[in-house]
């Protein structure tokens, strides 16, 4: 069993962001924790093999309260996986010498850190809490702790105007020497702080080139320091592949807890209710926390298949020919390996597309 637990809860919302979060002067841990838990009474007695607590800022969580949720999640009636990867996603600004510490007792043992820039400019546009120099220290604080596998990520693709020097900011990272890289091109979600910036014209919305020459000049240099995509998104050290993210890019069923969380059981997706008060008070009166569920076609489980293998490094196996792969292959947009399909970084950057090109060729099968 995979499980993801959502910790919803911010300062601020950073320009970008369209997730579901509380922003919060105070974090209603007592009662986060009560409705959390019960909720996690419902999960079955599986084998564990990863927890992934994600927001939101699970970070301004008290590693106390990390601990409690991992003791009831990882009680004995849930077989502990030999190699089971624990992560928690945080702010810079919230690792210090001691809550890196609470984490690796907690039992966790992956950070992923939201560093997004080295550029304190545009961290301050981004509505960040912390300044570039606070990135190195969190690595520091958390290798000092005997945290090892952490994670970086980075946007790409900004507005011209910010002159943003991306090749500086990949530069700041590998320096620090992590174990993975996830890097993100800005998007632009309806009803965000950044959505309003372009509608009245304060900046302006991503360039589709300078997102592709940034992508592909990410992929150069990682490539050059030993790392491999091993995802659209995704770059890794050997070893050091996210077990947790990997689960949902391979269809292996998930539990999702807390507000908005989706799980999935191979056929069935299920989504929590996605503001924290309705979640709470969904729980603390006996109901069920799940908004809505969709049963998946047997035509809908093959596009996302096909879309999921796609995103991987392994590819999608063939079975019947394509009348598309010449010409996908020609344009260099996609490989074909070991009797497998791939996508090449050139054809990363028109997956959509590529998918539905490659799915039409199978339904004519």
């Known amino acids: 069993m995979h499980i993801y637990v959502h910790v919803p809860f911010c300062v601020r919302r950073c320009s970008y962001c369209d997730f579901s979060i509380a922003v919060r002067k105070r974090i209603p841990v007592r009662e986060y924790l009560e409705v959390l838990l019960q909720e ?18 699970p970070s301004l969580l008290p590693p106390e309260a990390i601990a409690r949720l991992l003791s009831e999640l990882t009680s004995p009636r849930r077989t502990p996986h030999a190699a089971r990867e624990v992560t928690i996603e945080a702010n810079p600004e919230d690792v210090t010498v001691e809550s890196a510490r609470g984490w690796k007792a907690a039992g966790i043992n992956r950070v992923s850190l939201g560093g997004q820039s080295f550029d304190d400019t545009v961290l301050k546009w981004m509505h960040r809490s912390h300044d570039a120099a606070r990135i190195g220290a969190a690595v520091h604080a958390l290798r000092g702790a005997g ?48 959505d309003r910036w372009i509608s009245r014209g304060a900046t302006h919305a991503p360039d589709d080139d300078r997102y592709a020459e940034e992508y592909l000049f990410a992929h150069r240099r990682l490539t050059a320091d030993g790392f491999a995509f091993y995802e659209v998104s ?3 050290r050997d070893g050091f592949r996210s077990q947790h993210n990997s689960a949902y890019w391979s269809g292996k069923p998930y539990m999702g807890l807390g507000p908005a969380a989706h ?21 603390a009166e006996g109901r069920s926390a799940v908004e809505s569920e969709e049963v998946l076609t047997a035509e809908q489980r093959e596009l996302e298949r096909v879309y999921l293998a796609l995103r991987t490094e392994e590819g999608l196996a063939i079975t019947a020919p394509y009348r598309s792969l010449p010409p996908l292959t020609a ?16 054809g990363w950057l028109r997956l959509d597309s590529i998918v539905n090109e490659i799915s039409h060729d199978r339904a004519a099968h």
């Open 331 to 346: 344009q260099g947009w996609m490989e074909v390996r070991d009797g497998r399909l791939k996508c090449t970084p050139e």
């Open 40 to 57: 996690a009474s419902t999960i079955a007695e599986n084998e564990l093999e990863t927890i992934y607590f994600g927001g939101g800022t």
């Open 147 to 194: 945290i090892e596998n952490i994670s970086l990520d980075l946007i790409f693709a900004l507005p011209e105007e910010l002159q943003r020097d991306w090749e500086r900011d990949l530069e700041m990272a590998l320096a620090l020497r992590p174990n993975h890289l996830s890097l993100y091109g800005l998007t632009v979600e309806p009803r965000t702080p950044l």
């Open 234 to 236: 995704n770059a890794a």
């Open 263 to 283: 799980s999935f059981d191979g056929t069935t997706r299920r989504w929590n209710l996605r503001a924290w008060e309705a979640y709470r008070r969904a729980i």
